[in-house]
Protein backbone atom coordinates (compact mmCIF):
# COMPACT_ATOMS: atom_id res chain seq x y z
CA UNK A 1 0.00 0.00 0.00
CA UNK A 2 1.42 3.40 -0.99
CA UNK A 3 -0.35 6.33 0.69
CA UNK A 4 -0.63 9.49 -0.70
CA UNK A 5 1.84 12.38 0.51
CA UNK A 6 -0.17 15.61 -0.68
CA UNK A 7 0.80 18.72 -0.55
CA UNK A 8 -1.19 21.49 1.10
CA UNK A 9 -1.59 25.14 0.73
CA UNK A 10 0.81 27.24 2.40
CA UNK A 11 -1.04 29.97 4.37
CA UNK A 12 -4.88 30.34 4.99
CA UNK A 13 -6.50 33.79 6.18
CA UNK A 14 -10.15 33.80 7.00
CA UNK A 15 -12.32 35.89 8.33
CA UNK A 16 -14.57 38.77 7.11
CA UNK A 17 -13.01 41.60 5.78
CA UNK A 18 -9.63 38.85 5.82
CA UNK A 19 -9.60 40.96 2.23
CA UNK A 20 -8.09 43.97 3.95
CA UNK A 21 -4.94 42.52 4.50
CA UNK A 22 -3.87 41.61 1.49
CA UNK A 23 -1.40 44.52 1.13
CA UNK A 24 0.40 43.44 4.26
CA UNK A 25 0.58 39.51 3.01
CA UNK A 26 1.86 40.55 -0.61
CA UNK A 27 4.73 42.68 1.14
CA UNK A 28 7.40 40.22 1.56
CA UNK A 29 6.49 38.58 -1.84
CA UNK A 30 6.94 41.50 -3.42
CA UNK A 31 10.64 41.58 -5.93
CA UNK A 32 12.52 44.62 -7.25
CA UNK A 33 10.74 45.48 -10.49
CA UNK A 34 8.59 42.92 -10.74
CA UNK A 35 4.58 43.68 -10.39
CA UNK A 36 2.06 41.69 -8.48
CA UNK A 37 -0.54 40.83 -11.03
CA UNK A 38 -3.91 40.53 -10.13
CA UNK A 39 -6.26 38.74 -12.25
CA UNK A 40 -9.42 39.39 -11.01
CA UNK A 41 -12.87 37.96 -12.43
CA UNK A 42 -14.17 40.35 -14.86
CA UNK A 43 -17.48 40.37 -13.12
CA UNK A 44 -15.93 42.88 -10.87
CA UNK A 45 -14.39 45.09 -13.65
CA UNK A 46 -16.11 48.49 -12.43
CA UNK A 47 -17.10 47.24 -8.63
CA UNK A 48 -16.00 48.43 -5.46
CA UNK A 49 -13.74 45.39 -4.59
CA UNK A 50 -10.96 46.81 -7.40
CA UNK A 51 -10.44 49.82 -5.56
CA UNK A 52 -9.55 48.02 -2.46
CA UNK A 53 -6.64 46.08 -4.64
CA UNK A 54 -3.52 47.06 -2.98
CA UNK A 55 -1.75 48.30 -6.07
CA UNK A 56 1.70 49.41 -6.10
CA UNK A 57 4.55 50.14 -8.18
CA UNK A 58 4.19 48.52 -11.40
CA UNK A 59 1.45 46.19 -10.34
CA UNK A 60 -1.28 45.26 -12.42
CA UNK A 61 -4.88 43.99 -12.48
CA UNK A 62 -5.95 41.46 -15.53
CA UNK A 63 -9.74 41.28 -15.80
CA UNK A 64 -9.93 37.26 -16.74
CA UNK A 65 -12.69 35.94 -18.77
CA UNK A 66 -14.36 33.50 -17.67
CA UNK A 67 -17.41 33.38 -19.96
CA UNK A 68 -16.05 30.06 -20.59
CA UNK A 69 -14.23 27.87 -18.49
CA UNK A 70 -10.62 28.36 -18.77
CA UNK A 71 -8.66 26.80 -21.43
CA UNK A 72 -4.98 25.87 -22.04
CA UNK A 73 -4.23 28.79 -25.19
CA UNK A 74 -5.81 31.72 -22.70
CA UNK A 75 -3.08 30.42 -19.98
CA UNK A 76 -0.46 30.51 -22.49
CA UNK A 77 -1.67 33.94 -23.80
CA UNK A 78 -1.38 35.58 -20.04
CA UNK A 79 1.22 33.91 -19.37
CA UNK A 80 3.32 34.90 -22.32
CA UNK A 81 1.82 38.70 -22.27
CA UNK A 82 2.91 38.86 -18.99
CA UNK A 83 6.81 37.05 -20.07
CA UNK A 84 7.26 39.53 -23.01
CA UNK A 85 6.17 42.67 -21.17
CA UNK A 86 8.12 42.36 -17.46
CA UNK A 87 10.25 38.91 -17.35
CA UNK A 88 9.15 37.87 -14.58
CA UNK A 89 6.53 39.08 -11.80
CA UNK A 90 6.59 39.09 -8.27
CA UNK A 91 2.92 37.03 -7.86
CA UNK A 92 -0.75 36.23 -9.38
CA UNK A 93 -3.14 36.75 -7.05
CA UNK A 94 -6.23 35.29 -8.18
CA UNK A 95 -9.53 37.08 -7.19
CA UNK A 96 -12.64 34.78 -8.75
CA UNK A 97 -14.86 32.02 -8.80
CA UNK A 98 -12.97 28.64 -9.33
CA UNK A 99 -12.49 29.63 -13.01
CA UNK A 100 -10.14 32.43 -12.39
CA UNK A 101 -8.39 30.71 -9.08
CA UNK A 102 -7.64 27.96 -11.71
CA UNK A 103 -6.43 30.45 -14.23
CA UNK A 104 -4.27 32.33 -11.78
CA UNK A 105 -2.60 28.81 -10.72
CA UNK A 106 -1.49 27.87 -14.18
CA UNK A 107 -0.44 31.16 -15.10
CA UNK A 108 1.75 31.29 -12.25
CA UNK A 109 3.15 27.49 -13.20
CA UNK A 110 3.39 28.71 -17.03
CA UNK A 111 5.74 31.88 -15.92
CA UNK A 112 8.10 29.08 -14.77
CA UNK A 113 7.59 26.09 -17.18
CA UNK A 114 8.54 26.25 -20.82
CA UNK A 115 6.36 25.60 -23.62
CA UNK A 116 2.42 24.91 -23.64
CA UNK A 117 0.02 24.66 -20.74
CA UNK A 118 -1.42 21.64 -22.77
CA UNK A 119 2.21 19.94 -22.24
CA UNK A 120 1.44 19.26 -18.33
CA UNK A 121 -2.23 18.35 -18.53
CA UNK A 122 -2.15 15.00 -16.81
CA UNK A 123 -0.35 14.16 -13.36
CA UNK A 124 2.84 15.22 -11.87
CA UNK A 125 4.24 16.44 -15.41
CA UNK A 126 4.66 20.28 -14.14
CA UNK A 127 8.39 20.19 -13.60
CA UNK A 128 9.37 23.58 -12.20
CA UNK A 129 7.17 25.53 -8.91
CA UNK A 130 5.60 28.48 -10.36
CA UNK A 131 6.07 32.01 -9.43
CA UNK A 132 4.01 33.36 -5.82
CA UNK A 133 0.65 33.10 -6.10
CA UNK A 134 -2.32 33.68 -3.91
CA UNK A 135 -6.16 31.91 -4.25
CA UNK A 136 -9.50 34.95 -3.22
CA UNK A 137 -12.88 33.19 -3.72
CA UNK A 138 -15.35 35.24 -4.25
CA UNK A 139 -17.79 31.81 -4.43
CA UNK A 140 -17.64 28.83 -2.53
CA UNK A 141 -18.21 25.38 -3.61
CA UNK A 142 -15.42 24.41 -6.12
CA UNK A 143 -12.17 23.49 -3.83
CA UNK A 144 -10.29 24.61 -5.99
CA UNK A 145 -8.71 27.28 -3.66
CA UNK A 146 -6.95 23.55 -1.64
CA UNK A 147 -6.97 21.47 -4.79
CA UNK A 148 -3.69 20.61 -6.60
CA UNK A 149 -5.05 20.88 -9.83
CA UNK A 150 -5.87 23.88 -12.20
CA UNK A 151 -8.90 22.07 -14.44
CA UNK A 152 -7.85 23.10 -18.09
CA UNK A 153 -9.30 22.72 -21.21
CA UNK A 154 -6.92 21.81 -24.09
CA UNK A 155 -7.11 20.98 -27.67
CA UNK A 156 -7.42 17.54 -27.18
CA UNK A 157 -8.69 16.97 -23.09
CA UNK A 158 -10.04 18.30 -20.13
CA UNK A 159 -8.12 18.14 -17.66
CA UNK A 160 -5.74 19.17 -14.71
CA UNK A 161 -2.45 20.33 -14.01
CA UNK A 162 -2.14 17.92 -11.53
CA UNK A 163 0.91 18.59 -9.55
CA UNK A 164 2.76 19.28 -5.77
CA UNK A 165 3.67 22.76 -7.44
CA UNK A 166 -0.18 23.75 -8.27
CA UNK A 167 -1.72 24.13 -4.65
CA UNK A 168 -1.44 28.06 -3.58
CA UNK A 169 1.04 29.45 -1.85
CA UNK A 170 -1.43 31.66 0.15
CA UNK A 171 -5.66 31.57 0.00
CA UNK A 172 -7.60 34.39 1.76
CA UNK A 173 -10.55 33.32 2.63
CA UNK A 174 -13.13 36.52 3.23
CA UNK A 175 -16.74 35.14 2.86
CA UNK A 176 -17.76 38.99 2.20
CA UNK A 177 -16.67 38.75 -0.94
CA UNK A 178 -19.24 36.38 -1.99
CA UNK A 179 -22.77 37.97 -0.66
CA UNK A 180 -23.69 39.40 -4.26
CA UNK A 181 -23.54 36.06 -5.96
CA UNK A 182 -27.12 35.28 -7.93
CA UNK A 183 -28.83 32.93 -6.34
CA UNK A 184 -28.63 30.50 -8.68
CA UNK A 185 -24.88 30.61 -9.49
CA UNK A 186 -24.44 30.52 -5.75
CA UNK A 187 -26.52 27.45 -5.48
CA UNK A 188 -24.72 25.53 -9.00
CA UNK A 189 -21.08 26.18 -7.02
CA UNK A 190 -22.41 25.21 -3.56
CA UNK A 191 -23.82 22.07 -4.96
CA UNK A 192 -20.23 21.47 -6.56
CA UNK A 193 -19.40 20.89 -2.98
CA UNK A 194 -21.89 18.60 -1.83
CA UNK A 195 -21.63 16.72 -4.51
CA UNK A 196 -17.97 16.52 -4.11
CA UNK A 197 -18.68 15.26 -0.40
CA UNK A 198 -21.15 12.62 -1.22
CA UNK A 199 -18.73 11.24 -4.51
CA UNK A 200 -16.17 11.06 -1.67
CA UNK A 201 -17.97 9.71 1.02
CA UNK A 202 -19.72 6.97 -0.48
CA UNK A 203 -16.81 6.41 -2.44
CA UNK A 204 -14.48 3.15 -2.71
CA UNK A 205 -10.89 5.13 -1.47
CA UNK A 206 -12.83 6.75 1.56
CA UNK A 207 -10.53 7.29 4.99
CA UNK A 208 -10.76 8.64 7.90
CA UNK A 209 -8.58 11.72 6.91
CA UNK A 210 -11.38 12.61 3.67
CA UNK A 211 -14.59 11.34 5.94
CA UNK A 212 -13.83 13.99 8.74
CA UNK A 213 -13.77 16.48 5.86
CA UNK A 214 -16.50 15.58 3.90
CA UNK A 215 -19.13 15.02 6.93
CA UNK A 216 -18.46 18.63 8.10
CA UNK A 217 -18.52 19.88 4.61
CA UNK A 218 -21.42 17.97 4.17
CA UNK A 219 -23.28 18.97 7.46
CA UNK A 220 -22.14 22.79 6.56
CA UNK A 221 -23.87 22.43 2.79
CA UNK A 222 -27.19 21.17 4.97
CA UNK A 223 -26.98 23.54 7.35
CA UNK A 224 -26.84 26.45 4.08
CA UNK A 225 -29.18 24.63 1.80
CA UNK A 226 -31.67 22.12 3.80
CA UNK A 227 -32.27 24.10 7.30
CA UNK A 228 -32.67 27.79 5.79
CA UNK A 229 -35.22 29.40 3.61
CA UNK A 230 -33.38 32.44 1.98
CA UNK A 231 -29.43 33.57 2.66
CA UNK A 232 -27.33 35.34 5.11
CA UNK A 233 -23.79 36.05 6.67
CA UNK A 234 -23.77 33.20 8.31
CA UNK A 235 -24.73 30.90 5.14
CA UNK A 236 -21.65 32.50 3.24
CA UNK A 237 -19.42 32.07 6.35
CA UNK A 238 -21.03 28.57 6.55
CA UNK A 239 -20.48 28.07 2.45
CA UNK A 240 -17.05 29.11 2.27
CA UNK A 241 -15.96 27.05 5.03
CA UNK A 242 -17.91 23.86 3.25
CA UNK A 243 -16.10 24.28 0.26
CA UNK A 244 -13.02 24.37 2.09
CA UNK A 245 -13.57 21.36 3.90
CA UNK A 246 -15.10 19.61 0.81
CA UNK A 247 -12.00 20.04 -1.34
CA UNK A 248 -9.58 18.85 1.96
CA UNK A 249 -12.28 15.55 1.97
CA UNK A 250 -11.47 15.04 -1.81
CA UNK A 251 -7.84 15.54 -1.64
CA UNK A 252 -7.42 12.10 0.31
CA UNK A 253 -10.02 10.09 -2.03
CA UNK A 254 -11.41 11.27 -5.21
CA UNK A 255 -14.79 12.58 -6.78
CA UNK A 256 -17.09 9.99 -8.67
CA UNK A 257 -20.11 9.64 -11.15
CA UNK A 258 -21.22 13.14 -11.24
CA UNK A 259 -18.26 14.51 -11.85
CA UNK A 260 -17.03 11.56 -14.52
CA UNK A 261 -20.33 12.10 -16.56
CA UNK A 262 -19.85 15.81 -16.25
CA UNK A 263 -16.34 16.04 -17.87
CA UNK A 264 -17.96 14.64 -20.68
CA UNK A 265 -20.58 17.23 -21.01
CA UNK A 266 -18.56 20.00 -20.56
CA UNK A 267 -16.08 19.02 -23.06
CA UNK A 268 -18.28 18.64 -25.96
CA UNK A 269 -21.20 20.88 -25.18
CA UNK A 270 -19.20 23.60 -22.91
CA UNK A 271 -21.79 23.02 -19.81
CA UNK A 272 -19.98 24.78 -17.09
CA UNK A 273 -18.84 22.49 -14.02
CA UNK A 274 -21.79 23.64 -11.38
CA UNK A 275 -24.62 23.45 -13.36
CA UNK A 276 -23.25 20.53 -15.50
CA UNK A 277 -22.99 18.61 -11.95
CA UNK A 278 -26.23 19.02 -11.38
CA UNK A 279 -27.94 18.39 -14.21
CA UNK A 280 -25.90 15.09 -14.05
CA UNK A 281 -26.48 14.22 -10.15
CA UNK A 282 -30.34 15.01 -11.00
CA UNK A 283 -30.42 11.47 -12.43
CA UNK A 284 -27.60 9.35 -10.20
CA UNK A 285 -30.54 7.39 -7.98
CA UNK A 286 -28.90 4.29 -8.71
CA UNK A 287 -25.63 5.50 -7.87
CA UNK A 288 -26.37 7.80 -4.76
CA UNK A 289 -29.66 7.08 -3.46
CA UNK A 290 -29.74 8.99 -0.32
CA UNK A 291 -27.33 12.28 -2.06
CA UNK A 292 -30.06 12.20 -5.23
CA UNK A 293 -32.96 12.77 -2.94
CA UNK A 294 -31.60 15.11 -0.91
CA UNK A 295 -30.35 17.25 -3.65
CA UNK A 296 -33.66 17.38 -5.42
CA UNK A 297 -35.17 18.34 -2.05
CA UNK A 298 -32.57 21.43 -2.02
CA UNK A 299 -33.17 22.08 -5.62
CA UNK A 300 -36.89 22.35 -4.99
CA UNK A 301 -36.25 24.52 -1.43
CA UNK A 302 -33.99 26.78 -3.33
CA UNK A 303 -36.63 27.40 -5.97
CA UNK A 304 -33.63 26.78 -8.94
CA UNK A 305 -34.56 25.04 -11.94
CA UNK A 306 -32.31 22.14 -13.26
CA UNK A 307 -31.89 22.06 -17.07
CA UNK A 308 -33.15 18.66 -18.81
CA UNK A 309 -32.82 17.35 -22.15
CA UNK A 310 -29.44 19.08 -23.09
CA UNK A 311 -28.34 16.01 -24.90
CA UNK A 312 -31.53 15.59 -27.18
CA UNK A 313 -30.45 15.59 -30.41
CA UNK A 314 -27.08 14.43 -30.22
CA UNK A 315 -25.30 12.52 -33.11
CA UNK A 316 -23.95 8.89 -32.15
CA UNK A 317 -20.37 10.34 -32.87
CA UNK A 318 -21.13 13.01 -30.06
CA UNK A 319 -22.51 10.34 -27.69
CA UNK A 320 -18.98 8.51 -28.68
CA UNK A 321 -16.84 11.81 -27.83
CA UNK A 322 -18.48 12.49 -24.40
CA UNK A 323 -18.32 8.78 -23.59
CA UNK A 324 -14.56 8.68 -24.24
CA UNK A 325 -13.77 11.71 -21.90
CA UNK A 326 -15.70 10.21 -19.13
CA UNK A 327 -14.53 6.82 -19.04
CA UNK A 328 -10.46 8.52 -19.38
CA UNK A 329 -11.44 9.72 -16.13
CA UNK A 330 -10.72 6.44 -14.24
CA UNK A 331 -9.41 7.02 -11.00
CA UNK A 332 -12.97 8.93 -10.74
CA UNK A 333 -14.79 5.86 -11.92
CA UNK A 334 -13.11 3.44 -9.72
CA UNK A 335 -13.46 5.37 -6.31
CA UNK A 336 -17.44 5.62 -7.59
CA UNK A 337 -17.70 1.70 -8.49
CA UNK A 338 -14.69 -0.24 -7.05
CA UNK A 339 -11.76 -1.92 -9.03
CA UNK A 340 -13.82 -3.78 -11.09
CA UNK A 341 -15.60 -0.32 -12.73
CA UNK A 342 -14.99 -1.25 -16.16
CA UNK A 343 -16.88 -3.84 -16.49
CA UNK A 344 -19.89 -2.37 -14.38
CA UNK A 345 -20.30 1.39 -15.99
CA UNK A 346 -20.00 -0.20 -19.44
CA UNK A 347 -20.17 2.34 -23.11
CA UNK A 348 -23.75 0.94 -23.39
CA UNK A 349 -24.62 1.83 -19.66
CA UNK A 350 -22.99 5.02 -19.94
CA UNK A 351 -24.94 6.18 -23.48
CA UNK A 352 -28.52 5.43 -21.72
CA UNK A 353 -27.20 7.43 -19.19
CA UNK A 354 -26.03 10.24 -21.21
CA UNK A 355 -29.03 9.86 -23.11
CA UNK A 356 -31.53 11.02 -20.22
CA UNK A 357 -29.88 14.23 -19.44
P1 LIG B 1 -16.83 30.37 -12.21
O1 LIG B 1 -15.55 30.76 -11.65
O2 LIG B 1 -16.84 29.68 -13.53
O3 LIG B 1 -17.77 31.65 -12.26
C1 LIG B 1 -19.14 31.54 -12.64
C2 LIG B 1 -19.72 32.90 -12.89
O4 LIG B 1 -19.87 33.63 -11.66
C3 LIG B 1 -18.87 33.78 -13.78
O5 LIG B 1 -19.71 34.45 -14.66
C4 LIG B 1 -18.20 34.75 -12.81
O6 LIG B 1 -17.89 35.96 -13.45
C5 LIG B 1 -19.27 34.92 -11.78
N1 LIG B 1 -18.85 35.32 -10.42
C6 LIG B 1 -17.76 34.98 -9.70
N2 LIG B 1 -17.81 35.51 -8.46
C7 LIG B 1 -18.96 36.21 -8.38
C8 LIG B 1 -19.59 36.98 -7.35
N3 LIG B 1 -19.05 37.10 -6.13
N4 LIG B 1 -20.77 37.56 -7.64
C9 LIG B 1 -21.35 37.39 -8.84
N5 LIG B 1 -20.81 36.68 -9.85
C10 LIG B 1 -19.63 36.09 -9.62
O7 LIG B 1 -17.67 29.44 -11.21
P2 LIG B 1 -17.24 28.35 -10.13
O8 LIG B 1 -18.40 27.42 -10.03
O9 LIG B 1 -16.71 28.96 -8.89
O10 LIG B 1 -16.03 27.60 -10.79
C11 LIG B 1 -16.15 26.63 -11.80
C12 LIG B 1 -14.78 26.36 -12.33
O11 LIG B 1 -13.96 25.79 -11.31
C13 LIG B 1 -14.72 25.43 -13.50
O12 LIG B 1 -13.85 25.95 -14.47
C14 LIG B 1 -14.17 24.15 -12.93
O13 LIG B 1 -13.47 23.38 -13.86
C15 LIG B 1 -13.29 24.68 -11.84
N6 LIG B 1 -13.06 23.72 -10.75
C16 LIG B 1 -11.79 23.54 -10.34
C17 LIG B 1 -11.50 22.67 -9.32
C18 LIG B 1 -10.09 22.49 -8.88
O14 LIG B 1 -9.85 21.67 -8.01
N7 LIG B 1 -9.15 23.20 -9.41
C19 LIG B 1 -12.53 21.98 -8.68
C20 LIG B 1 -13.82 22.18 -9.12
C21 LIG B 1 -14.08 23.07 -10.15
ZN1 LIG C 1 -16.32 19.70 -8.72
Not at 83 to 92: A, L, N, P, T
Not at 130 to 154: D, I, N, W
Not at 322 to 349: H, Q
Amino acid sequence: MKFRNFKLVGYVVYGRGSFNQLDEILAPHRKDGQPMVFLVDHFFEGKELVNRIPLRDNDLILFADVTTEPKTVYVDELASRLKQEFGSISGVIGIGGGSTLDLAKAVSLMMNNPGSSADYQGWDLVKFPGVYKVGVPTLSGTGAEVSRTTVLTGPTKKLGMNSDFTPFDQIVLDPELTRNAPVNQRFYTGMDCYIHCIESLEGTFLNEFSKSYGEKALELCRKVFVDKAGWDDESDDQLMMASYAGGMSIAYSQVGVAHAVSYGLSYLLGTKHGIGNCIVMNHLEEFYPAGVKEFKHMVQKNGIEIPVGICSGLTNAQFDQMIDVSLGMKPLWENALGKNWESIMTRDRLRALYEKL
